[in-house]
T-cell receptor, first 115, second 109 residues
Framework: EAQVTQNPRYLITVTGKKLTVTCSQNMNHEYMSWYRQDPGLGLRQIYYSMNVEVTDKGDVPEGYKVSRKEKRNFPLILESPSPNQTSLYFC??????????????FGDGTRLSIL | QQPVQSPQAVILREGEDAVINCSSSKALYSVHWYRQKHGEAPVFLMILLKGGEQKGHDKISASFNEKKQQSSLYLTASQLSYSGTYFCGTDGGAQKLVFGQGTRLTINP
């Protein structure tokens, strides 16, 4: 089954404790992206990746890191999490960049609470 | 720059029609529409490319007016299953998709 898989689905942690949210897709997609969703603000892009070893900042990259060492994986790293990073996070992928006719396929989301 | 959606929320009875608008301050090449049920991932509905086209499937359709830099999503004879939050996404340059703040649609029996 074609899917984007995120882990963990839920995480409660404390300020400053490094964490990684994994994202994996099995559709051989070139483009992958991370979004955070906060009430009233919609989906805001954190980082995106055009291909292996090619990543770039989205609209809200502060406090986050990403890597794309393999085509299928795009982990989101919070080196020193803070309470303002408490949010619902989505990973998404598409065959090519979203301009044009390429729909985004979203993972089920990771609800992150930082105390 | 984030597109602006209107209305922010709408409540309908089953069978009524709804229109959700998405406006951008910049020229657009494409507009994406997604629906998100509470606690679930956004699900792709349709993409419209510049050219003023209109697309649709079932009783959900959309139009794209590139001169006005806006798109509208039309839900006809709404069903309970249409409830959710609808997002438009517009090309933000540099290979990015920028989403609006969402429109919450509630369909009551």
């Amino acid at each position: 089954e074609a899917q984007v898989t995120q882990n963990p689905r839920y995480l409660i942690t404390v300020t400053g404790k490094k964490l990684t949210v994994t994202c994996s897709q099995n559709m051989n997609h070139e483009y992958m992206s991370w979004y955070r969703q906060d009430p009233g603000l919609g989906l805001r892009q954190i980082y995106y990746s055009m291909n292996v070893e090619v990543t770039d900042k989205g609209d809200v990259p502060e406090g986050y890191k990403v890597s794309r060492k393999e085509k299928r994986n795009f982990p989101l790293i919070l080196e020193s999490p803070s309470p303002n990073q408490t949010s619902l996070y989505f990973c998404a992928s598409s065959l090519f960049p979203p301009q044009g006719n390429q729909p985004q396929h979203f993972g089920d989301g990771t609800r992150l609470s930082i105390l | 720059q984030q597109p602006v959606q209107s209305p922010q929320a709408v409540i309908l009875r089953e069978g009524e029609d709804a229109v959700i608008n998405c406006s951008s301050s910049k020229a657009l090449y494409s507009v994406h529409w997604y629906r998100q049920k509470h606690g679930e991932a956004p699900v792709f509905l349709m993409i419209l490319l510049k050219g003023g086209e209109q697309k649709g499937h079932d009783k959900i359709s959309a139009s794209f007016n590139e001169k006005k830099q806006q798109s509208s999503l039309y839900l006809t004879a709404s069903q309970l299953s249409y409830s959710g939050t609808y997002f438009c996404g517009t090309d933000g340059g540099a290979q990015k998709l920028v989403f609006g703040q969402g429109t919450r649609l509630t369909i009551n029996p």
